[in-house]
T-cell receptor, first 114, second 112 residues
Framework: ETGVTQSPTHLIKTRGQQVTLRCSSQ?????VSWYQQALGQGPQFIFQ???????GRGNFPPRFSGLQFPNYSSELNVNALELDDSALYLC?????????????FGPGTRLTVL | SQKIEQNSEALNIQEGKTATLTCNYT??????LQWYRQDPGRGPVFLLL?????KEKRKERLKVTFDTTLKQSLFHITASQPADSATYLC???????????FGKGNQVVVIP
């Protein structure tokens, strides 16, 4: 059983650029949630995908968008990057939708926006 | 708006002692409360989940309590070891909501 994987590990972008982050969910899991974690803060919920549909969204602007594929892997896209987007982006998969289930987190993608 | 508060100061504790962390929340009571461990540069790892109708949950050296009157959860690590040094995050789920709302986390340093 493979765990949650994310790519890339690190990324450096400049303001205004666009970025795509990728996540492979744990085997057997159909739900993926994305979180943003700024330095010294707890993870902040961005959105959740369940069976390829968005299933809840946090307080993030529309330039944060996502996709989930038939194999339940997922992408997070961020357009028009801002300096404040610099953070660790975490993907978590769970057996099914809803936050009551244990969430299995990946190692994260460290995004730096210059 | 909902606030989830964890102590921002690191907890330094001698090996073998019990570490106790606090998670306080305001406004609405959560349906579930979870605790996660996070090591530097890594994703959080699930430790324990407790439901609103449960007072206490245990797993090996870990114990969580949940007091909906005080709006507080306590997280205990008994017989602490240097390997327990990490940041511990409290996360809440509310009825009708499918997201985890995390606190900022509380760092624990176990001194040999």
């Amino acid at each position: 059983e493979t765990g949650v994987t994310q790519s890339p590990t690190h990324l450096i972008k400049t303001r205004g650029q666009q970025v795509t982050l990728r996540c492979s969910s744990q085997s057997g899991h159909n739900t993926v949630s994305w979180y943003q974690q700024a330095l010294g803060q707890g993870p902040q919920f961005i959105f959740q995908y369940y069976r390829e549909e968005e299933n809840g969204r946090g307080n993030f602007p529309p330039r944060f968008s996502g996709l989930q594929f038939p194999n339940y892997s997922s992408e997070l896209n961020v357009n028009a990057l801002e300096l404040d987007d610099s953070a660790l982006y975490l993907c978590a998969s769970s057996l099914t939708a809803g936050a009551v289930n244990e969430q299995f987190f990946g190692p994260g993608t460290r995004l730096t926006v210059l | 708006s909902q606030k989830i508060e964890q102590n921002s100061e690191a907890l330094n504790i001698q090996e073998g002692k019990t570490a106790t962390l606090t998670c306080n929340y305001t406004n609405y009571s959560p349906a579930y409360l979870q605790w996660y461990r996070q090591d530097p540069g890594r994703g959080p790892v699930f430790l324990l989940l407790i439901r609103e109708n449960e007072k206490e949950k245990r797993k090996e050296r870990l114990k969580v309590t949940f007091d909906t009157t005080l709006k507080q959860s306590l997280f205990h690590i008994t017989a602490s070891q240097p390997a327990d040094s990490a940041t511990y995050l409290c996360a809440l789920t509310f009825y009708g909501n499918n997201r985890l709302a995390f606190g900022k986390g509380n760092q624990v340093v176990v001194i040999p």
